[in-house]
């Protein structure tokens, strides 16, 4: 038998035309099943079929047919621009390099960061920081003036006054009340408080600069020596011989440099003698004879006992309990 392979049916208007080839053995339009004319198709997987439902696919790695899933499936992606399956890097890139998410230390993923200073690490309490001068990393600072630099030798510093300069020659002071910068001194009663001008002694009053002579020989004066009579500065001569002074000879004595004579003698004075008294050096007079004295002459008066050729037995030592270390 010979058989006829429909090749074409072509139609125009009324007219269809049919060819046909004479002798064929439908081969030219068996479809993959060998049906002539059939509707069966091979799917990428190499299966013949009408069943467009069960064509193959391709698994997560791009694999026709594949079996990949799962964990495996997480690392894989499809890359719309290539139309490819690729992997995914670490930072989560379709076909990365992981160059998107690794550090300054190379670490992927890691925390470290380059500072201001171009230090890498993941210690954020080393970090470089400005100095004042805005320099990172820099070694200025600010002194206590407000001046940044780095140089120690020219560091300002506060005064207990709040005057700020490199100057400790001219830093506040405390005065005797203990005021920073304060204006109080010890003056010449040894108290502290402001310049005396006017002194008052035993109920008198004498001015510092215009008393000469005090002469209160043979009275009846008691109690202490007044401190304030360190004041007179401008004393000659201090007479108090044969009254009823106590207590000690008042160490401001020794402020009365200009003094030629001293004569305390016949009180009943105590203690010890004052070294101050040695500052006396104009004297020509010292008596200090019978009084209650005790202790050591102290160097500074034997010095001066010797260069004004004082009388030591008469003038200081009789009457008195002392030790005569001017010997």
Known sequence: MIFTDLIMTCSAGDTTLILMKYGGDNSISADCAGVANGNNEIDNCGVCDNDASN???????????????????????????????????????????NSICTDCAGVVNGDALVDNCG??????????????????????????????DANVNNDGFMDDCGVCDIDILN????????????????NCAGACGNVIEVVELWGEYYDIDTTYYINFNIGDFTGLIPREIGCLTNLIELYLHANYFTGEIPP?????????????????????IPPEIGSLTNLTNLSLRNNQLTGEIPPEVCDLIESNNLNLEWGILEGNNLINTCE
């Open 252 to 272: 401001e004595i020794g402020n009365l440099t200009n003094l030629t004579g001293l004569d305390l003698s016949s009180n009943q004075l105590t203690g010890e």
């Open 119 to 148: 230090t890498c690490d993941s210690d954020g309490s080393n970090d470089c920081v400005q100095d004042c001068a805005g320099v990172w990393g820099g070694f200025s600072y600010l002194d206590e003036c407000g001046g940044c």
């Open 55 to 97: 064509d193959c696919i391709t698994d997560c790695t791009g694999v026709w047919g594949g079996t990949a899933a799962g964990d495996v499936c997480d690392e894989f992606c499809y890359n719309l621009e290539s139309g490819e399956y690729l992997e995914l890097d670490e930072c989560n890139v379709c076909g990365g390099d």
């Open 171 to 186: 830093n506040c002071t405390q005065d005797c009340a203990g005021v920073w910068g304060g204006s109080s001194i010890v």
